[in-house]
Structures are given as C-alpha cells and as structure tokens.
C-alpha cells in the first residue's frame, strides 16, 4: 500500500506532467535517499544556505546562489532584497515598505496567476507592482515611462502563463534596467535551462526545484553576489515565514547535481508512448497519436481524439470520469475545449500505463454495449 493510501487518499496516476496540484515532481530514488539522511542528521542551517548557495552558482554559472522554499517564494525574497538590501531594520519591517523605493515595473501581460497571482508574491517582499501597457501589447515607452526614483526593480515572467506575443523582450528589459541602474528579475520557475537568462545579463533568476529539475519542494535564486547576499538576508525577515528546511535543501542539491536538460533519456518514454497508442486506437471512436511537445522539447505524448457519436461521451466527460476514477488518472488538458487530450509518460510509474489502457476501454467500451 502507498504512503497516501495509508492516510485514506486514492492513488493517483499522473499522466499530467508537473502539476503543483498533484506534488509537482516525484523525486528519484538516489534524491529521496538524500533528503531521509538530511533529516536524519544536525547542521549549522546558515552554513548550509551559503554552500548551497556555491551549487546553485556552479549549476547556473552565477556568481552567487541562495535556496527557497519554491519559485514563489523566490519572488517575494528576491523582491525584499532589491528594496532594503542588507540593511537589518528595513529587513525586519517588510513587507510594509513605506517611503522606501518599492516599485516594481512588470509588463501587463506578465501580471498572471500561476496558481497564485504574481502581484501578490511582489506585496508580500514589500513590492508595490506597477504594471506597464496593456495585456496583449506593451511597447518600450509603456516600460520606460513606468519607470521613476520610486523604482526598485523590473520583474520579467517566462512562463507557458504569460501572454506570448506583444510583450517587450527580455533583452530589451535588460537594456533599460543597465542604461537606469536597475536590477532585472526573471521568474524562470518551470524553465528547464539554468544558464541562459543569466548569461543574457539579467541580475536575479527565480527558478522552482519541483518543476523542470524534478527535485522536492524548493526553489533557488541565482545572481549578482551582492543581491543574492541581500536575498539570504531576508531570512531575518519576510524569508523566515517561508523557511526551506535541511532535507529540501539536500534534495534540490542532489537533484541539480543530476540535471541535464540536454541528455533526457527519452527512449523508454517512447516505448510506453508507443504501446498506449496501439492500445488506446483500437478503442472504436478513439484517435491516438503521438505528438512531439510544443515548445520541442525531446517528450512524447499520446494525444487523443474522441468521435462522439461512436464513444457516446465528450472529451470533457471522459476526463472527468478518469479524474474520479479509483486510481485516479490526470491527464493533460491544455486543449480540452477542442475535444483534446493527452497522457504524457515521464511521471508514470513502472506498469501505469496499463492501467490508463484497462480503464479507458472500461469507460468507452462497456459504454457502447448499452449501459
Ligand atoms: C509554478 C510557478 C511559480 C511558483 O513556483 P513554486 O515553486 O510552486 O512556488 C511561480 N511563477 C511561475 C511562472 C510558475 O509557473
């Protein structure tokens, strides 16, 4: 029996890819093992933030690194830290931030909601955001005249989130942040490369542990030394209401130290991807192809159409039935209003595949025999 049924939960099979809402990432083994001798043992905690802090730089090419306790988090610290520095008292009196410099200029199509909304997490370092242009169309003006003496840093998102075209670029935030002496934050949380928004010349990268680094539950900041000394520092403040514990920290360590987006093994991907196809199209009514990731990532999927009339039920119902399902079975749902899905393989666990098969011929079968 799993650890969750033992507390009454269903099992779940995630055919959804890294969803906070299902864990995020199961760690791999050599990780866990990491984290349970981290928990098991004493260290001094200021010690290991900055250690960690030279991994982090190692993995990101950064000058300097400091863990948090996820990309969220990352946001309101590295906020924080670009409005007091290391100055103790203004530490210990965020978020209120009164008469301090406390804007933080971010493009308008970029104020999203990743689960939470974005310009909460700038409130809660004390940030005030100012949201420059509109949704779907921000211009370099729109960006320059937000800016004033008030203006404490400008905050880029990359993310599947944020609205993808009408946006400045990254370079061009970059460019007005030198030319005004301002730092550039990006928030990088689900991005899988670790070096390239530094190498670009931005000062802080926010990025999650659970999400492309399949680490536990944490995050990191990367960047300039001084503002990353200034981000450790908020530990005495707002950071201590966000506290990352010792087995976090050793796992999100072990995790990056085994990363390498460049070498995914993809092959077994592709046999199970391929064996749930076979399976899924001989369900009558059912589509199944595999489809190559949008942003061209080396991940296979199975996508899946449904013809109504033959399967009796929509995508959307299906779905439905397989989220209240016992196991329970996630499946992606970018495109669902179009009748799409897909199951993506890299969460699956040895076997799970088989499952997702049985139960879709238990749904789309049994269905057209007239229940
Ligand atoms: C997921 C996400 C976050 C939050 O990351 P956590 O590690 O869950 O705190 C922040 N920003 C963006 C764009 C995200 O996708």
């Known amino acids: 029996m ?3 049924q033992k507390l009454g939960l269903k099992q779940v099979i995630n055919a959804s890819g890294k969803m906070t809402a299902l ?20 260290v001094e905690m200021s010690e290991l933030m900055l250690a960690a ?3 982090i730089a190692a993995a990101t090419g950064a000058e300097d690194g400091c863990p948090t306790s996820g990309a969220a988090a990352g946001i309101a610290i590295s906020v924080a830290a670009a409005i ?18 406390n804007k933080i200029v971010i493009q308008k199509g970029h104020a999203v909601h990743f689960g939470a909304p974005v310009q909460q997490m700038i409130a809660l370092g004390g940030g005030r955001a100012v949201e420059a242009g509109s949704a779907n169309h921000v211009e370099e003006a729109h960006l320059r005249e937000a800016i004033d003496e008030q203006t404490a840093a400008l905050l880029y998102v990359k993310s599947h989130h944020s609205i993808q075209k009408g946006m400045q670029s990254l370079e061009t935030m970059i460019r007005i942040g030198r030319e005004q002496g301002i730092p550039v934050i990006v928030d ?4 899988e490369d670790l070096r390239r928004f530094l190498a670009k010349g931005a000062d802080l990268v926010i990025y999650s542990g659970g999400k492309a680094i399949g680490g536990p539950t944490s995050g990191f900041i990367a960047g300039r030394a001084p503002l990353i000394a200034a981000c450790h520092a908020q530990y005495k403040g707002i950071g201590r209401a966000m506290k990352v514990g010792k087995e976090a920290i050793v796992g999100l360590l072990t995790a990056l130290q085994q990363y390498d987006p460049e070498n995914q093994d ?5 046999t199970r991807v391929e064996w749930l196809a076979g399976e899924l199209g001989s369900i009558a009514g059912v589509t199944a192809n595999i489809v190559q990731d949008e942003a061209g990532r080396a991940i296979y999927r199975v996508q899946v159409r449904m013809d109504e009339q033959v399967t009796g039920r929509t995508a959307q119902e299906l779905v439905r039935l397989l989220e209240q399902g016992d196991p329970a079975i996630f499946t992606r749902n970018h495109a669902i209003n179009t009748g799409v899905f897909a199951f993506d393989p890299r969460p699956f666990h040895a076997g799970q595949e088989k ?17």
């Open 2 to 4: 799993g650890i969750y």
């Open 23 to 42: 864990g995020a990432s199961a760690v791999a083994p050599s990780v866990a093992q990491a984290m349970g001798d981290a928990a098991m043992d004493y």
């Open 53 to 55: 802090g030279q991994h």
């Open 84 to 101: 007091t520095g290391t100055h103790l008292s203004l530490i210990e009196r965020l978020p209120c931030s009164e008469g301090l410099k």
């Open 188 to 191: 990088a949380a689900a991005e």
């Open 266 to 270: 993809a092959s077994w991907q592709r």
């Open 355 to 371: 499952i997702i098969a049985a139960r879709m011929k238990e749904l789309l079968e049994k269905r057209k025999e007239g229940e």
